[in-house]
């Protein structure tokens, strides 16, 4: 390994792994100072310090993506979002090497994916456009660091470039919470009962022919969502076999951790899944849609119509979860009891499920 001047320059070069190497030394003013950087040039080869030595970070990325694939498909339970953004790296820096894909690349990324508009919302003949959630964003950063941690962890790469890269800041929102107005409001639109609206009596007739009990099967839905804080994945996979009458609990198996969960079930609770069951014990799952003898797929536009006949404003599906904390909380069970009914991996989580604002 020599150094050299050449046209105002000081250069490095020599022969590593019988590959040839050559680097200009922008720093050299004067041969000693080349010969400075040429020492401790070496002093780190030595050390393993640079990836010279053995081409780390010189593999292609959707090399990598591939170990991360087939991590997810043995490791994680829902893969779809996973294996969505691995195509989105794969498609775009697939054939990058490791290395070429810096902390700048990836900033550039970021600002690129929180300035897309994955949908136009019409508002009085407006058209709005909704954007890409920093929430999202750093979701997908999640995913792309992990897949530069296995780089690492398979000695591919020194460093993962994700961890000089910010995550986006998400705005806190005010948790909503269903008050027993709302919720009675919403059990009588299941009902096909509109007394409460103020509307004459033949208004509340029409509507009940056009509704014609159509999300009645919505009512122990919401029942089971506002007694048990149940996600509606869990509360849709259920079936009878997790229903267990004689010692009031229901086994949850498939959970967001994959981590069992015993719920304790209430009075009412018991009673209307009794009343169900003695009518369609015949079907696998609890809640099973008629029209396809099989599960609920989705509930997201009866919920949404129930709420909007009910008044029952910016009410997502989950916020039954954070309710369902707030009044176990509010009838004194303990914290560490309701984290346990929640399925929640921190205390910290159940705090600010059931704290109301």
């Known amino acids: 390994m020599r150094t050299y001047h050449k046209n ?23 041969k000693k100072d080349a010969e400075n950087f040429m020492n401790i040039f070496k002093a780190d080869l030595l050390r393993g310090k640079l990836d010279l030595a053995e081409d780390i970070g010189c593999v292609q990325l959707k090399e990598v993506i591939e170990l991360y694939l087939k991590y997810v498909d ?11 953004n691995a195509k989105r790296f794969l498609k775009m820096w697939g054939n990058k090497q490791l290395k070429d894909i ?27 456009p909704q954007y890409i959630s920093p929430a999202t964003v750093n979701r997908e950063l999640g995913i792309l660091s992990k897949i530069f941690s296995i780089a690492v962890s398979n000695g591919l790469l020194r460093e993962n470039p994700v961890r000089h890269v ?15 107005e709302e919720e009675t409001r919403m059990f009588k639109v299941c009902d096909n009962d509109f007394s409460f609206m103020n509307i004459s009596e033949e208004e509340q007739s029409k509507l009940k022919q056009k ?34 009458f004689d010692t009031n609990e229901i086994t949850i198996l498939d959970t967001k951790n994959g981590k069992k969960n015993i719920i304790p079930m209430s009075h009412k609770l ?22 396809t003898n099989n ?3 989705d509930i997201k536009k009866a919920f949404k119509t129930v709420c909007e006949l009910a008044n029952v404003e910016k009410l997502r599906f989950h916020d039954l979860r954070h309710t369902a904390a707030t009044r176990m909380v509010a009838c004194g069970v303990p914290l560490p009891a309701v984290k346990e009914i929640l399925n929640h991996a921190s205390i910290n989580t159940t705090k600010q499920a059931k704290t109301q604002e």
């Not at 900033?107 to 508002?123: A, G, N, P």
């Not at 009512?219 to 259920?238: D, Y």
């Not at 609890?286 to 029209?291: K, L």
């Open 8 to 30: 105002g320059r000081w250069y490095l070069e020599g022969m590593i792994r019988k590959k040839r190497f050559h680097k200009a030394i922008p720093e050299a003013v004067t």
């Open 74 to 84: 043995t490791n994680l339970r829902s893969t779809d979002t996973a294996v969505r």
């Open 102 to 128: 810096t902390p700048k690349e990836i900033e550039k990324y970021k600002l690129t994916r929180s300035k897309t508009v994955w949908h136009t919302k019409v508002v009085n003949g407006e058209e709005i």
């Open 166 to 180: 910010n995550k986006l800041l998400v705005k806190n929102k005010i948790e909503r919470h269903l008050s027993p």
């Open 211 to 244: 509704c014609s009990d159509q999300y009645s099967y919505l009512k122990p839905i919401l029942v089971i969502a506002l007694n048990t804080g149940l996600r509606k994945s869990e509360i849709l996979n259920l079936t009878w076999d997790c229903i267990d």
């Open 270 to 291: 018991r009673t209307l899944l009794n009343e169900k069951y003695k009518t369609e014990s015949q079907n696998k799952y609890v809640f099973t849609n008629p029209m």
């Open 295 to 297: 599960k609920y797929v």
